[in-house]
């Protein structure tokens, strides 16, 4: 996929792959009926990493890698990772707000030239259900990602046996890289 293509994206899908020693995820375009589409990207998480790392690759042979994202410290409850190119170069950073995050996850997303990105749970009942009753943490969670009250990109789950989320993306300027990165992140690294 060429990045020119994916930044005309305005909307793609993420789908978890179950598989044992690793979290793997495809997001793919929309197709124009609607359903899932080409393969945009393949990602990557190994289990149990002592330093958390997704690596994205352009497809599932995993031989050219399109972006990654990697945390700064092996631990941190506030963590903060950091999103760079196939080649190195930084895209942007996204971080955890733990103090917030008690109650209703959030997170913050910083690109250059654009305004510090908030994303959210959008529902406070529901993170609260997820959060003190056990048997309901598998619940649905939807995030509204906004910039100075106006709406960047939301990440919606969807019900079923493998995690899928549909992705819209409203801001023309984000880049597309950086949400795909904190979509997969909100899956691979979400507290549940």
């Known amino acids: 996929m060429q990045l020119d293509t994916l930044q005309t994206q305005h909307q793609f899908f993420i789908r978890q792959r179950i598989r044992m020693m690793v979290n793997q995820y495809e ?20 289990r149990l990493a002592f330093k958390e790392q ?9 031989q050219t890698p399109l972006l990654g994202f990697k945390a700064r410290q092996r631990l941190d409850l506030g963590a903060t990772y950091d999103v760079t ?30 305004p510090q990105v908030t994303g959210q749970e959008r529902s406070l009942p529901v993170a609260l ?3 003190f009753v056990d048997s309901l943490s598998w619940l ?8 100075g009250g106006q709406p960047v990109f ?14 819209e ?13 904190m979509a997969v992140g909100l899956d691979a690294l979400q507290a549940r």
Not at 32 to 42: C, Q
Not at 87 to 110: C, M, Y
Not at 169 to 181: E, F, G, K, N, T
């Open 169 to 181: 993306i409203q801001h023309p300027q984000v880049d597309r890289r950086l949400v795909i990165a």
């Open 129 to 131: 259900l997820r959060r």
């Open 85 to 114: 190119d196939h080649a190195g170069n930084p895209i942007g950073l996204f971080r955890k707000d733990f103090a917030q995050s008690l109650l209703r996850s959030t997170w913050h997303v910083e690109q250059p030239g654009l």
């Open 54 to 62: 997704v690596t994205i690759y352009t497809d599932d042979s995993k």
């Open 140 to 147: 649905p969670y939807h995030f509204d990602f906004v910039a």
């Open 27 to 46: 997001v793919r375009a929309v197709a124009p009926d609607g359903t899932e589409g080409e393969l945009l990207a393949f990602a990557q998480q190994k």
């Open 154 to 167: 939301s990440v919606v789950k969807k019900w079923g046996l493998r995690d899928k989320y549909v992705v």
